[in-house]
């Protein structure tokens, strides 16, 4: 079957540049709002990710979903201490920390509006055991004082947590001598304290969790098998990434599903004008149509060509989708984390499955936009579209 040439299915698009465009700007919008979705949900989930790292191991109270739920007493922590298969520093310390963790409400720099923010209670032990934290401004919290060092998006999202600046929360005056960047992940939008001193100040006699670097990773199911059949603990232990993987996963979903619902929804709209489009196009171009059948194209070469067309107008739309929601990587936001109600700070984040899942979606609105106007141009009749010219 002989084929309408490209050339001749884009120089019609052309011809019709303001139509066209409009249409295309239709769909622009609806793939800018599916992409961002996508940006959002992965941006969410790679920061959580990036929390962890791939040799520590994280433990809770069984069946806690977060740190703020999870309880160690002081002689749990201590049996979990003396296990073997914990690395140590080069002084021959082990390099575990019991942590406190809590919630805060903190003003917004601003606009004074409260939101939570997670209080981890650490050590310089802690510190060891996230390397990706380092620190641009002051230097680390010194052990047993009301000194506290703080992410960079509290820093710079709540007011009194700036460098040099004063918190006043859990019935004392905390002094920022630090703040820190963590490469993107959760701890960015934390405070940290010495473990005791954050201890005294909420009144906490437990521990939420432990975290502990392996001497050697290929260990972990033999060390996470002897924690918990031990009756002495009511405690499971994870790796650090498959724990921070899942606090992503209920904020992730629930905007997955809203932004792909609002997607379709929109989506509507978008096949409805291109569909439209297409209608007038094969209104206008009857003769047209007529005289390519009356040169031998048949109806599947007809039908093709304007399918084709249909494409290549919503191809233009998810690029031009694309390339508007690629700008928000640069935007820098912050919301609640469904886990620990606490905010979180990340950024969007364009990966090339998104591209390609956003194309698809372009091409989709196309394909089913422009099937019905392909199809009643491919059934006219030779005659009657020469007659019509």
């Known amino acids: 079957?002989?084929?309408?040439?490209?050339?001749?299915?884009?120089?019609?698009?052309?011809?019709?540049?303001?139509?066209?465009?409009?249409?295309?700007?239709?769909?622009?919008?609806?793939?800018?709002?599916?992409?961002?979705?996508?940006?959002?949900?992965?941006?969410?989930?790679?920061?959580?990710?990036?929390?962890?790292?791939?040799?520590?191991?994280?433990?809770?109270?069984?069946?806690?979903?977060?740190?703020?739920n999870s309880l160690i007493s002081r002689d749990q922590a201590a049996v979990i201490e003396s296990l073997p298969g914990i690395a140590t520093d080069g002084d021959g310390r082990r390099l575990v920390s019991r942590e406190p963790v809590v919630l805060n409400t903190l003003p917004k720099r601003g606009t004074g509006k409260p939101s939570n923010v997670t209080v981890r209670g650490t050590s310089m032990a802690g510190l060891g055991l996230r390397p990706q934290v380092r620190f641009t401004e002051g230097r680390m919290f010194r052990p047993g004082t009301s000194e506290i060092v703080t992410g960079r998006a509290v820093a710079s999202g709540f007011a009194g947590a700036g460098l040099g600046e004063t918190l006043r929360f859990a019935g004392r005056d905390w002094t920022v001598v630090g703040v820190f960047d963590a490469s993107g992940s959760g701890f960015d939008s934390e405070i940290w304290g010495d473990a005791d001193q954050m201890m005294q100040a909420f009144r906490r006699q437990v521990f939420s969790s432990m975290v502990f670097r392996l001497a050697d990773v290929s260990n972990f199911e033999r060390l996470k098998a002897q924690i918990e059949k031990d009756p002495r603990l009511t405690l499971e232990a994870k790796p650090e990434r498959q724990f921070y993987a899942e606090q992503s996963e209920a904020l992730a979903t629930f905007i997955r599903i809203l932004g792909l619902a609002l997607s379709i929804i929109f989506s509507i709209g978008a096949i409805v004008g291109a569909?439209?489009?297409?209608?007038?196009?094969?209104?206008?171009?009857?003769?047209?149509?007529?005289?390519?059948?009356?040169?031998g194209f048949r109806r599947g070469a007809v039908l093709a060509g304007f399918m084709a067309e249909s494409l290549l107008l919503s191809l233009v739309?998810?690029?031009?989708?694309?390339?508007?929601?690629?700008?928000?990587?640069?935007?820098?936001?912050?919301?609640?984390?469904?886990?620990?109600?606490?905010?979180?700070?990340?950024?969007?984040?364009?990966?090339?499955?998104?591209?390609?899942?956003?194309?698809?979606?372009?091409?989709?609105?196309?394909?089913?936009?422009?099937?019905?106007?392909?199809?009643?141009?491919?059934?006219?009749?030779?005659?009657?579209?020469?007659?019509?010219?």
């Open 1 to 68: 079957m002989k084929a309408l040439p490209w050339s001749y299915i884009a120089r019609n698009l052309w011809v019709r540049r303001v139509t066209t465009l409009l249409t295309a700007g239709g769909m622009a919008l609806v793939v800018y709002v599916f992409a961002t979705v996508l940006m959002m949900s992965e941006g969410i989930r790679a920061t959580l990710v990036a929390t962890g790292q791939p040799d520590n191991v994280m433990v809770l109270r069984k069946g806690a979903g977060a740190e703020i």
């Open 275 to 295: 569909m439209i489009t297409m209608f007038a196009s094969v209104a206008s171009r009857v003769g047209e149509i007529g005289t390519l059948r009356a040169l």
């Open 317 to 389: 739309g998810g690029v031009m989708g694309l390339g508007a929601a690629s700008l928000m990587q640069t935007v820098n936001i912050s919301t609640v984390n469904f886990q620990t109600f606490s905010e979180l700070a990340f950024q969007f984040k364009l990966t090339p499955a998104i591209v390609v899942q956003t194309l698809v979606f372009a091409l989709v609105m196309g394909l089913l936009g422009g099937f019905v106007p392909a199809w009643r141009a491919a059934r006219l009749k030779i005659v009657d579209c020469l007659r019509e010219a």
